[in-house]
């Protein structure tokens, strides 16, 4: 029983997801596309170190 | 102040403990898991660096976390989003593990470890690069941090300056070194995260012929920067790490188990050399930026001990720190210092010379297992002298010697706490060892030897060459390979431990193997057969011992026969 309802957790977990899926992360997809700009090749790919990269907070997890 | 510092959920879980700015234990949580590099929140590792100093967690003033899981989660929502609509397997089955546990850490170290004070979220690149460079002896150094992703980088570039690091440079995901080295291990038909080592000992067998179609996944820069092209990778959008496009270009894939062939030696060995080469690149323009001649390296890509060994000649840096735990789980050390650093401003130079941290088990406790096991005779030494000449007479007549000796190492290498040994001749002693081992052919053995004879035997940048972490590749002189037969690799490089005063025990037992034999080296290989960590408890030991060919083992002061 316990297995069964563990069965269907996890199968409306994967439906949200789904949908979430779908919607959401298409949606931010499409925010993506539009507002994704075209450069030609960069003459190097190194991303320079920004004041705010120099400073590191640590309290936070994000 | 007591700082513990904890790396979990990727690979090698470990925790680190910090008293009063020494480290004093540091141990990896596949030890007593019994799963290799397992990622599991690091409880049982914790647990042992509290007990090993007698203090409970609320002794603990700080917890530092090495990385930001919140920013990782990010990174991951924004992958989704650029590889929509492809991911939908892999965000069903990666979003619930990461509601699940990855994103809770505070909760999980609040609740489960019932920590109550200031916990530290350190970025997991910084972590990489105060690891690498406070564990050094420099006060100024060119640092270069390389895995496989952070929370969003995959490459930086540092200076270091006495208590500070300022990041210079860096290469974000999906654009990875590390990530490219691992495409090639899942590939070649090897495990990602765990078999990387494997491509770099095949790669001395190969001809470098596939150098054009390895460049063609990329496009680098003179700088060493470097984007991939993803059109030939897919670890983004599916749980392969390369794509349709990536087989065309090389040809079938290997599977697990099938027959190494020429053309799986030439993959590896083009492999190594396109890193290398993006390496080397990327530290001459270091070296450009911050004109030091001392370089620190982090992260698993600087456990490439290959490219490591070529960094003296194709690189200006004289002075070159790796720590031995360069990985992940060294990053659990990086973010302890870190913060150290942080709180309590200044500090002095804390270098790091053994990673003999981990645990240890009396004689008493050994004696009393061995008498569950009636098979083997066995002969407690009350001189340490003695045990030395008789475990070394054993290795000078060929004898293969399990090691157990005092506190566990720290790290992915056994440096001669828990090793397999012998002597390092005739050439037939790889093969009685890899039979031991129950390990692939190709896969060489590594040596550790005397630091005061090391350039007798090889060609080190300086004499007297320092190198205690077995991160580094040299290549031997041509008159000592007869000497070192077994532990000479195909492309006439060994990877080396050099031992001093501060390896203790295994630095004698190498002298009287040198006083016996007029060699200083013996092969090292870590205690554990394949697939399997390090042994932690003596009945590991004992239990690989009997299921394998070894001649003889050393627990503390007492040596077992079978």
């Known amino acids: 029983m316990i297995a069964f309802f563990r069965r269907l957790n996890a199968l409306f977990i994967s439906a949200v ?27 190097s790919y190194w991303q320079l170190a920004r004041g705010k990269q120099k400073t590191v907070e640590l309290s936070t997890p994000y | 102040m007591n700082i513990l510092g904890i790396s979990a959920f990727y690979h090698d879980s470990a925790a680190a403990l910090y008293i009063d700015g020494k480290l004093l234990s540091a141990i990896e949580e596949e030890r007593f898991s019994r799963l290799k590099h397992d990622n599991a929140f690091p409880f049982q590792a914790i647990q042992f660096c509290l007990n090993s100093v007698n203090l409970t967690i609320d002794d603990i003033d700080a917890i530092a976390y090495y990385e930001k899981p919140l920013r990782k989660l990010e990174r991951l929502l ?14 069903l089955q990666a979003i619930p593990d990461w509601l699940g546990q990855k994103i809770s850490v505070e909760e999980i170290i609040r609740k489960k470890v019932g920590f109550s004070k200031k916990i530290y ?8 690069a105060a690891a690498a460079f406070y564990s050094s002896s420099f006060n100024t ?20 300056e006495k208590d500070k690091l300022t990041l210079l440079k860096s290469i974000s995901f999906p654009h990875s070194i590390g990530l490219l080295y691992s495409t090639f291990t899942a590939y070649l038909g090897f495990k990602v995260n765990e078999d990387e080592y494997k491509i770099m000992g095949l790669s001395a067998y190969g001809l470098p012929e596939y150098i054009q179609q390895v460049y063609r ?5 003179s700088d060493g920067s470097f984007s991939l092209n993803m059109k030939y990778f897919s670890y983004r959008e599916s749980f392969r790490m390369f794509s349709d496009a990536f087989i065309a270009l090389f040809g079938p894939p290997r599977k697990p188990g099938e027959k190494v062939e020429k053309r799986h030696r030439d993959i590896a060995a083009s492999i190594q050399v396109v890193v290398e080469e993006l390496l080397f690149a990327m530290l001459n323009h270091l070296y450009t930026q911050t004109k030091s001649r001392n370089l620190c390296m982090g992260g698993g890509v600087a456990l490439n001990a290959l490219a490591n060994g070529k960094i003296y000649t194709k690189t200006p840096f004289k002075n070159v720190h790796i720590l031995g735990a360069a990985g992940d789980s060294g ?17 002095p130079v804390q270098q790091i010379t053994s990673l003999y941290l981990g645990s240890s088990y009396s004689n008493e406790s050994v004696e009393s297992l061995l008498s569950c096991y009636p098979e083997l005779t066995y002969k407690k030494y009350d001189s340490e002298i003695d045990l030395l000449r008789a475990t070394a007479a054993k290795l000078a007549k060929g004898k293969t010697v399990g090691w157990f ?13 828990r090793s397999i040994l012998s002597r390092p001749s005739p050439r037939a002693m790889k093969d009685t060892m890899n039979k031991i081992k129950r390990r692939e052919e190709f896969r060489p053995f590594a040596g550790s030897i005397l630091q005061d004879h090391v350039h007798r035997y090889f060609y080190t940048p300086e004499n007297k060459y320092y190198s205690p972490f077995m991160n580094v590749c040299l290549i031997v002189r041509e008159n000592k390979r007869k000497e070192l037969a077994a532990i000479v690799h195909e492309d006439n490089t060994c990877r080396i431990q050099t031992v001093n005063e501060d390896n203790g025990r295994y630095y004698r037992l190498i002298k009287e193997f040198y006083r016996q034999t007029g060699n200083p080296c013996v092969l090292n290989t870590s205690f554990n057969v394949m697939g399997e960590p390090i042994v932690e408890h003596p009945k590991h030991a004992i239990e690989d ?17 079978k």
């Open chain 1, 17 to 43: 997801l789904f949908f979430v899926y779908f919607l959401v992360i298409g949606l931010a997809r499409l925010i993506y596309v539009l507002s994704e700009r075209k450069n030609g090749k960069p003459d």
């Open chain 2, 217 to 221: 996944l990329m496009d680098m820069k």
């Open chain 2, 545 to 561: 011992f009997l299921c394998s060919k070894m001649d003889a083992l050393v627990i503390n002061d007492v040596l077992i026969n």
């Open chain 2, 121 to 128: 979220y350190v970025p997991h690149h910084v972590s990489h």
């Open chain 2, 141 to 160: 150094a060119a640092i270069l941090t390389v895995d496989g992703v952070g929370e969003y980088q995959t490459t930086a570039l540092w200076k270091g």
């Open chain 2, 405 to 417: 000796w005092g506190r566990t190492e720290y790290g992915p290498r056994a440096l001669g706490a």
């Open chain 2, 78 to 91: 924004e992958t989704f989003v650029v590889t929509y609509p492809f991911a939908l397997r892999p965000f």
């Open chain 2, 331 to 347: 990053a659990a050390i990086g973010a302890a210092l870190y913060v150290q650093r942080q709180l309590r401003g200044s500090s």
